[in-house]
Each structure stands twice: as C-alpha cells, then as structure tokens.
Antibody, heavy 122, light 111 residues
Framework: QVQLVQSGAEVKKPGASVKVSCKAS????????INWVRQATGQGLEWMGW????????GYAQKFQGRVTMTRNTSISTAYMELSSLRSEDTAVYYC???????????????WGRGTLVTVSS | QSVLTQPPSASGTPGQRVTISCSGS????????VYWYQQLPGTAPKLLIY???QRPSGVPDRFSGSKSGTSASLAISGLRSEDEADYYC????????????FGGGTKLTVL
C-alpha cells in the first residue's frame, strides 16, 4: 500500500526542538521529493520546504531558514523534519507530502501523511 | 496572511453549482499552474485538481478548475453533502528563490 506514515504527537517547551519522521512505503522512496506543510489549528496550509531523498538536497521557505532541517535515512525509507527554537506559534499539525512533477510550476502533492500534532507549551 | 486570496466561506444546497475563487499575482498564478486540494474534516489534504484543470483518477467530473490571468476558480456542480470540506488553491511562486504558496482556504458548507 502506497502511504506515508508519520510519528506520533509531541509536546515541547518553548526553545526546544522537535523531530518528526515520515516513513514511506509502497513506492521507491528515492524517486520523489518529500515536502513538509504545516497547519495551525483552524488555519490554512503553510509550506515549509522540500528534500530530495536521493541526493539529500533541500530547499526551505524563507520563513523557516535557519530553524528547520530536513534529512532522510534511505535504508529505512524515512524522511525527517526538525524544527528548532520552538515558540507557541509553532503549535500545529505537521504533514509530510510526496511531490510529483518535473519543476516548480509542475510540482504538486499527490500523497500525504496523516499529520503529526506538535504542541509548544510551557 | 496567505499569498493567494480565497473567500473564507462558500455555501450551496444539494444539486447546486458552487464556485470558489483564488486570486494571486504575476509571480505565482500569473506564471505557473494552479492546484486545488480538498481537506475533509479531521483528515489530510487530498489533491483535487492539478495543472489548472486536470482531475486525478478517482476525482468525479463534478469538480472542474480554470485559470485566467492571475486568478483561478474551482467549480463544483451537482453539490453533494460529502463535498462539505475546506478547499485550498496552491501554486509555485517564483519570488523569494521559489516557494510553494497556498490560499487561506475556503470552507464549503452544504446547506
């Protein structure tokens, strides 16, 4: 079954870091970029960045540069997103998504994980 | 505040036709394809329309997309109760070294 399975909910204190995992199955992990999108409660979708599982190359939204790191472990078909210096505004559901298409205009997300709730609270 | 602008809400009765607009600029919708995602309550988003007006397999032909200039629209005909969801438009934006941008979402209520 083609799917992305994410790690469980996390509760973190302000200033801490969180690392969310996303395990791919049912397709060749290294063939498609993995992107991360977050959604605060009752709010819209916000793109955070992408990672190429084959090369390890990454691209981050300007808003998150310096605070986010996307990595992978190809031996277990798993992508990771680590967000540091957490603040209350980072409380959100974090989704990983598989990206299809050849380049910018053609990119779209055809497979999503179920999401991981990250709560930042003192 | 989202880069793409959508109305926060829309509504219709079963069988009606509803349209949801999405407004952007020359750096996103004006020069790139538009995509639409449907998010049912408590679930992850699902691809609904790609490359302005293409439907993935499994998406009913009641859903259609269009684009003109720096705006796009999603139309849903023959509205059904199961269409009640949040709908998001998205596009690649060529500014700021390139990034994916989303609309703020439109909550569709089937009356």
């Amino acid at each position: 079954q083609v799917q992305l399975v994410q790690s469980g909910a996390e509760v973190k204190k302000p200033g801490a870091s969180v690392k969310v995992s996303c395990k791919a199955s049912g397709y060749t992990f290294t063939s498609y970029d993995i992107n991360w999108v977050r959604q605060a409660t009752g709010q819209g979708l916000e793109w955070m960045g992408w990672m190429n599982p084959n090369s390890g190359n990454t691209g981050y939204a300007q808003k998150f540069q310096g605070r986010v790191t996307m990595t992978r472990n190809t031996s277990i078909s798993t992508a990771y997103m680590e967000l540091s210096s957490l603040r209350s505004e980072d409380t959100a559901v974090y989704y990983c998504a598989r990206r299809r298409g050849s380049s910018g205009s053609y990119w779209y997300f055809d497979l999503w994980g179920r999401g991981t709730l990250v709560t930042v609270s003192s | 505040q989202s880069v793409l602008t959508q109305p926060p809400s829309a509504s219709g009765t079963p069988g009606q036709r509803v349209t949801i607009s999405c407004s952007g600029s020359s750096s996103n919708i004006g020069s790139n394809y538009v995509y639409w995602y449907q998010q049912l309550p408590g679930t992850a988003p699902k691809l609904l329309i790609y490359r302005n007006d293409q439907r993935p397999s499994g998406v009913p032909d009641r859903f259609s997309g269009s684009k003109s200039g720096t705006s796009a629209s999603l139309a849903i005909s023959g509205l059904r109760s199961e269409d009640e969801a949040d709908y998001y438009c998205a596009a690649w934006d060529d500014s700021l070294s390139g990034q994916e941008v989303f609309g703020g979402g439109t909550k569709l209520t089937v009356l």
